[in-house]
Nanobody, 124 residues
Framework: QVQLVESGGGLVQAGGSLRLSCVGS????????MGWFRQAPGKEREFVAA????????YYRDSVKGRFTISRDNAKNTVYLQMHTLKSEDTAVYYC?????????????????WGQGTQITVSS
């Protein structure tokens, strides 16, 4: 079993930056692809970004490309999501998740383990 705990959320003004962290326990995350998803009020949860187990490959939804960066430190069992130039439409609960290596990183069904989420609110 893998337990994931997100942190770093909060209230930020539009144009600001935040960095989310996701710490894993119970098993090393180094054998998993990791993803970030988000769910805005009244909307379905959606894919944000993913990173391969090695960190060499990353994948983003179009609306965050150039603003968000996903990274990982396997020695710390931690995955990060650095977010810049935040917009009101980025307001959501952000979840990290772990998936076995493979394709289709934007598919939620691929992910076996999920964190509880951390709220980000961007004020305009």
């Amino acid at each position: 079993q893998v337990q994931l705990v997100e942190s770093g959320g909060g209230l930020v003004q539009a144009g600001g930056s935040l960095r989310l962290s996701c710490v894993g326990s119970g098993r090393t995350l180094s054998s998993y692809a990791m993803g970030w998803f988000r769910q805005a009020p009244g909307k379905e949860r959606e894919f944000v970004a993913a990173i391969s187990w090695s960190g060499l490959s990353t994948y983003y939804r179009d609306s965050v490309k150039g603003r968000f960066t996903i990274s990982r430190d396997n020695a710390k069992n931690t995955v990060y999501l650095q977010m810049h130039t935040l917009k009101s439409e980025d307001t959501a609960v952000y979840y990290c998740a772990a998936a076995p290596p493979g394709r289709d990183w934007d598919r939620q069904s691929r992910y076996d383990y999920w964190g509880q989420g951390t709220q980000i609110t961007v004020s305009s």
